[in-house]
């Protein structure tokens, strides 16, 4: 069965930094794009960030410069470092696996993790 | 960034209903179009793909059409478990992802 659990997320202070996890099962992390999509509390969803199968890496406007996506293939794991933390990131983080294997991107997610929040605040 | 607007926002209806939500596009994006469901407290669910491909599994009352700019997510028969907030998603402009910002369907 294809899973994805994430962990590590806890409440945290303004500037401060979190790493997140997203073990993988019933297939190999690196042969697909993965991605991290968050969700602030009652609000929609929002794409953070990917990393392609080849090892590119991109990331929204709002998380670029703060916020380090990345992979262990040996655990089949996903990451994302997460620094200098603000309010407006407090959010539940979803890893989420691009179905695609065609060795480039199918654009759309399945399946999802269950969720870790994340919560910014003194 | 593409902006994806959906209506309603939130409306209700009963068991056995048709329904459709719509989403559009800010400008086109061919058939680049997925939709989920998610109910509350859990992941997003993926239903259909390509605008118009239903995701295996996922009953058949469910059917998405259009492109461009101008989409449909159709419920033929309502069941109970359907009620959740729906979201659709471009990815034309990929990796730069968007949603729309959900329809609630409530039980009237």
């Known amino acids: 069965e294809v899973q994805l659990v994430e962990s590590g997320g806890g409440l945290v202070q303004p500037g401060g930094s979190l790493r997140l996890s997203c073990a993988a099962s019933g297939f190999t992390v690196s042969s697909n794009y993965m991605s991290w999509v968050r969700q602030a509390p009652g609000k929609g969803l929002e794409w953070v960030s990917v990393i392609y199968s080849g090892g590119s890496t991109y990331y929204a406007d709002s998380v670029k410069g703060r916020f380090t996506i990345s992979r262990d293939n040996s655990k089949n794991t996903l990451y994302l470092q997460m620094n200098s933390l603000r309010a407006e990131d407090t959010a539940v983080y979803y890893c989420?696996?691009?179905?695609?294997?065609?060795?480039?991107?199918?654009?759309?997610?399945?399946?999802w993790g269950q969720g870790t929040l994340v919560t910014v605040s003194s | 960034a593409i902006r994806m607007t959906q209506s309603p926002s939130s409306f209700s209806a009963s068991t056995g209903d048709r329904v459709t939500i719509t989403c559009r596009a800010s400008?086109?994006?061919?058939?680049?179009l997925a939709w989920y469901q998610q109910k509350p407290g859990k992941a997003p669910k993926l239903l259909i793909y390509a605008a118009s491909t239903l995701q295996s599994g996922v009953p058949s009352r469910f059917s998405g059409s259009g492109s461009g700019t101008d989409f449909t997510l159709t419920i033929s028969c309502l069941q109970s478990e359907d009620f959740a907030t729906y979201y659709c998603q471009q990815y034309y402009s990929y990796p730069s992802i968007t949603f729309g910002q959900g329809t609630r369907l409530e039980i009237k």
């Open positions: 400008q086109g994006i061919s058939s680049y």
């Open positions: 989420a696996r691009d179905p695609s294997t065609s060795g480039s991107y199918g654009g759309w997610f399945d399946p």
